[in-house]
Nanobody, 118 residues
Framework: QVPLVESGGGLVVAGGSLRLSCMFVGRTFNHFVMEWYRQAPGQQREAVATVTPGSSTNYADSVKGRFTISRDDAKRMVYLEMNSLKPEDSGVYYC????????????WGQGTQVTVSS
């Protein structure tokens, strides 16, 4: 089991910024690919951003240029810096981890709510 604890969600006006944090409670953080997903009401959960153990990153087209994912291996933390937020960015944001050596299982956090008002 790899507990993941998200924080940093909240209510923000469109155009504003938020920073989400995910704490990894485990011993081998540097083996894990870390991802952020989000889910809006009535919609499927979608991948937002990925950071590998080597700090390579990938983003959904909808957030490129606005969101930045990063990791701090020493602190076992992963962050999602969200700028120029839009109402369509609203949803529950989840942190996900999986060991790149095995490809799974997936571990999920409990989620944190992000609401962007227009």
């Amino acid at each position: 089991q790899v507990p993941l604890v998200e924080s940093g969600g909240g209510l923000v006006v469109a155009g504003g910024s938020l920073r989400l944090s995910c704490m990894f409670v485990g011993r081998t953080f540097n083996h894990f690919v870390m991802e952020w997903y989000r889910q809006a009401p009535g919609q499927q959960r979608e991948a937002v951003a990925t950071v590998t153990p080597g700090s390579s990153t990938n983003y959904a087209d909808s957030v490129k240029g606005r969101f930045t994912i990063s990791r701090d291996d020493a602190k076992r933390m992963v962050y999602l810096e969200m700028n120029s937020l839009k109402p369509e960015d609203s949803g529950v944001y989840y942190c996900k981890a999986y060991d790149y050596r095995t490809g799974g299982p997936d571990y999920w956090g409990q989620g944190t709510q992000v609401t962007v008002s227009s």
